[in-house]
């Protein structure tokens, strides 16, 4: 059993731990399991594990050779939480300010969907009065997570609305695609390549979906999957590394420009 105190250089690089439950004490097997309870994850691990842990470059060696202008639009991150774990939040934070470009970067609002629990209260304030690029708002009830995003969409400042999940980890140059795609043209809709954190020993399992580049679908059932790129499509590519035309995208994470947002009637 790795004493506590290791964890944190052993999750950096994205690395996963896997402990041996057997040897925790009986205080810390509570602690486990009330976190995969709570959570559905192990909270256990994730509150030990740095805040700033490093992550590999999985994209393209051809990603490095895209000439980004300077004049692209920038955005707002918006981020829905409800009782979200302390660790996977914070860390989600500071995935976004340690990866981004800070003229690209203009907030992150936290949106809070009306949690009940104690360490998102005047903790999560403190913090946050000491992030200038952080911005709180609080549901005074429960909205659900579409009405969420709009009361952060409606207090947005940036050209552009990004919106993440309270539990991910931002890979480095995770943001100049986006935007340069919606600085290209308005109407574009933008979503990342979606990697796995692993919820039990926390490793970031990414660079898989580049070798293998999948899109939104549906099956006869109209339940959302995905699908091989058709051939149709591929031959429409000059790069590895273009963009491509999906139906249909899975709803978490995007990006789109804020006029466009409030033209389609948000």
């Known amino acids: 059993e790795l004493p506590e105190k290791d964890f944190n250089a052993m999750g950096e690089m994205g690395n996963g731990i896997m402990l041996d439950r057997k040897k925790l ?15 559905s994850f192990n909270q256990y691990l994730s509150d030990r594990i740095s805040l700033h842990r490093t992550l ?4 393209h060696e051809d990603c490095n050779s895209v000439p980004y202008p300077i ?24 995935s976004i300010l340690d990866r981004s470009p800070p003229h690209l970067l203009r907030e992150i609002i936290l949106v809070d969907d009306f949690s009940d629990a104690k360490h998102l ?23 659900g ?7 952060g969409a409606a207090d947005a400042e940036g050209q552009v609305l990004t919106f993440l999940d309270s539990h991910c980890e931002c890979t480095p140059g995770w943001l100049e695609p986006l935007l340069y795609r919606i600085g290209q043209n308005r109407s574009h809709v933008v979503t990342p390549i979606i990697d796995t954190i692993s919820d039990v020993t926390l490793q970031y399992i990414g660079g ?4 293998n580049f999948m899109v939104g679908g549906f099956d006869w059932s109209m339940s959302f ?10 031959v429409k590519r000059t790069s590895p590394v273009d963009p491509v ?8 994470l995007f990006a789109i420009h804020k006029d466009y947002f409030n033209y389609l009637g948000t």
């Open 245 to 252: 035309e999906s139906p249909t995208m899975a709803g978490g």
């Open 71 to 94: 004049n692209m639009p920038d955005t707002s991150v918006i981020i829905i939480f409800r009782n979200e774990a302390w660790s996977t939040l914070l860390r989600t934070v500071f």
């Open 56 to 59: 590999p470059d999985f994209r």
């Open 25 to 39: 004490t009986q205080k810390q097997q509570k602690e486990y399991n009330r976190g995969f309870a709570t959570h």
């Open 208 to 211: 898989r979906v580049v070798k």
């Open 225 to 234: 999957n995905w699908h091989y790129l058709p051939k149709s499509e591929q």
């Open 121 to 143: 209260k005047h903790k999560l304030e403190g913090f946050i009065a000491r992030q200038p690029k952080l911005k709180l708002i609080r549901s005074p009830n429960r909205v």
């Open 145 to 151: 997570l579409i009405k969420a995003r709009l009361l």
